[in-house]
């Protein structure tokens, strides 16, 4: 607790968290619930989503890289880390056909912020980042959770869950986190 009390004492800007973990395993509840404790505020990265909307021939890396379009999560951290609003355009997922929402979304630099969503700790994040959460939970609790907000897995969601294997496996493994959070429910 004294290392965030420092971090945060020293910060003038925004000190950003990321909530990072597979699809399925309730980052978007747990990064609400972290906000409320903390006051904080929450951007999802989903928003950044710029992977298409077609199934992709490409190899689970290039999916994994093309998945967020982390410049833009960067350009929105740096902003929040210097003291400033952040603006940005998110995927419209009502509409899925690849275009941004017309409207832009806000965030002010509160004293806290949650980046939450796969890939939200990567290494291209890195320096920005004051502290990283992976949320695991068991694998039949996970796919039980994806069934019930997705419904049927088919390949075009299958495709991004091999690109996650990838990221989890070779990229953001659990030693890069700050810290390991497992929920068994």
């Not at 309730?26 to 609400?32: C, E, P, Q, R, V």
């Not at 890939?119 to 068991?138: G, K, M």
């Not at 869950?161 to 390991?180: G, M, P, Q, R």
């Amino acid at each position: 607790m004294r290392e965030v009390e420092k971090i945060v004492s020293s910060r003038h800007g925004s000190t950003l968290i990321a909530v990072d973990g597979r699809s399925g395993v309730g980052k978007s509840t747990f990064a609400l619930e972290l906000a409320q404790l903390l006051t904080a505020s929450v951007i999802q990265g989903d928003d950044f989503y710029s992977g298409g909307v077609l199934i992709r021939r490409d190899t689970p890396g290039e999916r994994m890289n093309a998945c967020i379009d982390w410049q833009e999560q960067r350009r929105v951290l740096e902003a929040l880390r210097e003291g400033k609003r952040a603006a940005w355009r998110s995927f419209d997922s009502d509409r899925f056909d690849g275009s941004l929402e017309v409207g832009q979304k806000f965030c002010e630099p509160t004293r806290f912020v949650v980046l939450e969503g796969v890939y939200s700790a990567r290494p291209e994040l890195s320096d920005l980042l004051d502290f990283r959460i992976l949320l695991t939970v068991p694998h039949e609790l996970r796919l039980k959770q994806l069934f019930a907000r997705e419904g049927a897995i088919g390949p075009w969601e299958r495709q991004w869950h091999e690109a996650e294997n990838e990221y989890f496996d070779k990229i953001a493994t659990s030693n890069c986190f700050d810290l390991v959070l497992h929920r068994a429910e």
